[in-house]
């Protein structure tokens, strides 16, 4: 994962009392008490359950949380893909963690914080790398197997050197109210390992899962089967990945990252929810970029995908053409060329 150059700024300052105000440029007014902090089944899906459920983990972890004032304005496209709950989640944390925990949270902890207000209060069953991205900033590469302690590794690689950009490419199709989309990916994946005992995939015998294979189209439908043999295969693909590019090989990142594409478009099945087949618009935007590169470079759903946004690595030489016949078919200003940025979530001036 990375974080990239599209930014929440803000302006906030404690105010003495109990009330959260949040002004964000362009949306209402977000006023919370947090004399409360259960969750809110009425802010389920709204940033009110980000601020709530923000102050409520850092409260957990024994800090006194007070009331502030701030005033947002944001270039991450919202709805899309690009991890823009996890870009709110981030800025609450490190306003928070700044005001009342004396700088006492990590990035880490922070990018944990905004996943449990994501996942207990926001009401998406979320992981935690987008929030790590946020948060870490740069290029990371994260191992999960302790989920409550996971390993955060800094990639040094220079994107320059490649001589290719990196585009995020709107497609027009709304990323929210996509939960259950969403949600069905971890609980058919979960299916999967529990026909071994387990409850998440990683835990399963890549060898003993091949052999159960009939057994497991009947129990649990041939989409988890493939959803599974999907995450065996990412799996190894992301510390492939990884190595591709700590040893400068972009070369191979890119073979890796087309590899990656297809298997989530075919197998993972998340470049468009299914219950409207008439609206495709990441299978059109994908379509439409390889025809482009014309076998250069590489495009591939971006995030969770099912709608929003994908991402391509566009041959420096290539990049006008690029966003020329990408923006004549989506719309004006659908392609972002985007850059990774070192930093996360950060205090720029006290």
């Known amino acids: 994962a990375a974080s990239v150059n599209l930014d929440i700024v803000s302006c906030a300052a404690p105010n003495g009392s109990m009330t959260v105000r949040i002004q964000s440029e362009g949306y209402p007014l977000d006023e ?10 009425d802010e389920i899906n709204k940033t009110a359950a980000l601020i709530r459920g923000v102050a409520a983990a850092a409260h957990k972890q ?18 899309s893909g690009l991890s823009s709950s996890a870009a709110y ?3 609450i944390g490190v306003m928070m963690n700044c005001f009342f925990c004396e700088n006492k949270l990590s990035a880490i902890d ?5 996943q449990y207000a994501e996942n207990i209060y926001f009401g998406k069953p979320c992981g935690l790398m987008d929030q790590m991205a946020s948060s870490v900033g740069g290029i990371i590469a994260i191992d ?25 490419i709107d497609t027009g199709g709304d990323h929210a109210n996509l939960s259950a989309d969403y949600a069905a990916i971890p609980r058919e994946m979960g299916e999967v390992a529990s026909a071994f005992g387990e409850s998440v995939l990683r835990e399963v015998n890549e060898a003993e899962f091949l052999r159960a294979v009939p057994s497991l189209r009947r129990q649990y439908g041939d989409r988890a089967v493939l959803r599974a043999m999907h995450y065996f295969a990412e799996d190894r693909r992301v510390v492939e990945e990884r190595e591709a590019l700590e040893k400068g090989n972009f070369e191979r990142f890119r073979q890796l990252v087309v590899k990656s594409g297809r298997s989530s478009a075919m197998y993972l099945q998340n470049v468009h929810a299914g219950g409207n087949p008439e609206k495709q618009e990441m299978p059109i935007a994908l379509a439409l970029a390889e025809s482009i590169l014309d076998g250069r470079g590489a495009a591939r759903v971006h995030g969770g995908g099912f ?9 420096n030489d290539l990049l006008p053409y ?29």
């Open 110 to 114: 922070i990018a944990k914080i905004g």
């Open 62 to 79: 024994g800090f006194e949380i007070s009331g502030f004032d701030a005033y947002m304005s944001s270039n991450v496209l919202s709805g």
């Open 144 to 168: 999960f197997r302790h989920e409550a302690e996971p390993k955060v590794q800094q990639v040094a690689y220079d994107m320059q050197a490649s001589e290719h950009s990196l585009c995020i």
């Open 32 to 41: 919370i008490d947090l004399t409360d902090l259960t969750p809110h089944p």
């Open 307 to 315: 709608a929003g946004t994908i991402q391509a690595f566009v041959p």
């Open 89 to 91: 989640e981030t800025i």
């Open 322 to 350: 690029f966003k020329s016949e990408m923006e004549s078919v989506l719309g004006k200003d659908t392609c972002h060329v985007l850059t990774i940025r070192p930093a996360g979530g950060v205090v720029l001036a006290i």
